[in-house]
């Protein structure tokens, strides 16, 4: 039997920081991350480049179950809706598809790349303040469901009747006080102050507009289930209203999104992982209060929920190399990475949990990760406790499915693939790597700035 040789590690002299855990500071990973979903971290950089984002079907699709478990097993009749502007990429929608969600836009834009990916209009919900005259149209002609954020849009939908082959299917947004602040009252009608109850009044009066729901989304990473809980009471009580009023049954109550995901926000004392909520408590506080708020049987709406961030974001990862290390004045250590916010929107709020993607050793250090970007607001990290790393070394960005593949920008440098590993461990790219070509393409040069001599 031989004895296997442990890996080098260099000495390392570091000032003991008072008031840390040990005299190591305070560790935050243990083990390397080598794989995902059975492929070698260095295969994929290989193969696909660095940068290169990675999502996990197998994780897209275990997450989406365990949600709709958690609100089918509470409430009757449950439709998820997928929220495309979380992540947009054809191939992730179809996952949500074939897992049986709806689609969820907010432009125009993004209603087309729900219709090109095969989505039935009926099965379209269209969110937002700016849906142009002609959206309108082509969405109410194909049956989708039309959510009304403002009184110039009820008009308008009013004012296009003749060009319309059928009678709008809408719901209005409504936004109210949940006891958590501040209150995102800037979209739809508020409820406290009556406009909610206005809107709905003037629809009921129109005959070329169908209400058949209420829709809310009361803000984004929401921790506490219990304003869920408010919000669904107030919804209800909207409805119930409705029927009394007008003798009028509403399909459905749509709760709209934000749920946090297990991200850790930045200034938080307590790990993300820690702090999101389980869909099991939410599900629980949407289900009692909608059971609770005395519809009758036959009259209890559709819960429709447009969850975005938490059933995405733990299935993706950015896997990056390390360009160069430094100190910096005040002694601190320093890593460039290869990606920075340009590609990862989300570290403006996230401290993620970032992994070495090969053996290290027993020592670490605090160290500031920056990306390649020459701009002073490129900080991945501020302060991320890691083995020391070197130019080359890899690593694993973790929790990065919601947001980064829709606000990503070619600031500097272009966009990096997309690969999504299938249920049988295969890697499949699903947005090619930008090239400068792909970029030209839409720029023109009038023809006399064609030649120039230096
Ligand atoms: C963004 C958005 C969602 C999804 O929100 P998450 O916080 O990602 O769950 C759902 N509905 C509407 C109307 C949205 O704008």
Redesign the pocket.
């Known amino acids: 039997m031989y004895l296997t040789k442990k890996q080098y590690e260099r000495p390392v002299i570091q000032r003991v920081n008072v008031g840390l855990m040990n005299k190591y500071g305070t560790r935050t990973e243990y083990e390397p991350v080598t794989h995902i979903d059975g492929n070698a971290v260095a295969d994929l950089i290989t193969a696909y480049g660095s940068p290169v984002f990675v999502l996990s079907e197998k994780t897209i699709r275990a997450t989406f179950r365990d949600a709709n478990r958690a609100f089918k097993t509470r409430y009757p009749k449950v439709q998820f809706a997928w929220?495309y502007?979380?992540n947009y990429i054809s191939a992730v929608c179809n996952v949500f598809h074939q897992e049986g969600s709806w689609a969820?836009v907010?432009s125009g834009f993004e209603y087309q790349k729900a219709i090109n990916n095969g989505v039935p209009g009926a099965n379209i919900i269209f969110?937002g303040p700016d849906k142009s005259e002609a959206e309108l149209i082509f969405a109410i002609n194909n049956g989708s469901l039309i959510h009304i954020d403002h009184l110039d849009e009820l008009y308008l939908i009013k004012e296009i009747e003749p060009q319309l082959q059928k009678r709008a299917r809408v719901a209005i947004r409504v936004n109210m006080d949940t006891g958590v602040y501040p209150a995102w009252d800037r979209f739809g009608f508020n409820y406290e102050g009556g406009q909610a109850q206005d809107a709905i009044n003037k629809i009921m009066l129109n005959t070329n507009m169908d209400l058949v729901g209420l829709h809310c989304?009361i803000g984004?990473?929401m921790l506490t289930p219990s304003a869920y809980a408010v919000a669904a009471t107030k919804m209800s009580e909207l409805a119930l209203n409705v029927k009394k009023k007008f003798k009028k049954t509403l399909e459905y109550i749509d709760m709209?999104?934000?749920?946090a995901s297990r991200n850790t926000l930045k200034g938080s004392y307590i790990q993300g992982a820690d702090a999101a909520p389980s869909f099991d408590q939410y599900a629980e506080a949407i289900s009692t209060a909608i059971l609770n708020a005395g519809f009758t049987e036959a009259d209890l709406p559709l819960l429709i929920l447009?969850?975005?961030?938490?059933l995405i974001d733990e299935a993706g990862f950015l896997l990056g190399s390390v360009i160069s290390n430094k100190r910096l004045a005040d002694g601190r250590r320093a890593t460039i990475m290869n990606f920075g916010v340009n590609i990862l929107f989300t570290s403006f709020w996230y401290d993620h949990k970032i992994t070495p993607a090969q053996p290290f050793g027993q020592h670490n250090e605090s160290t500031v990760l920056y990306g390649p970007l020459c701009m002073n607001i490129d900080v991945i990290r501020e302060n991320i406790s890691l083995p020391p790393l070197k130019k080359n070394d890899q690593v694993v960005v973790h929790t990065v499915g919601?947001y980064n593949m829709t606000q990503w920008m070619q600031f500097i440098a272009l966009r990096p693939a997309v690969v999504l590993i299938d249920m049988n461990q295969k890697p499949h790219v699903i947005r090619n790597k930008e090239t400068p070509a792909s970029i030209q393409k839409e720029e023109e040069m009038p023809a006399y700035l064609k030649e120039f001599k230096i």
């Open positions: 929220s502007k979380t969820e907010v969110n989304h984004t990473f709209g999104g934000g749920f447009e969850t975005g961030r938490a919601a």
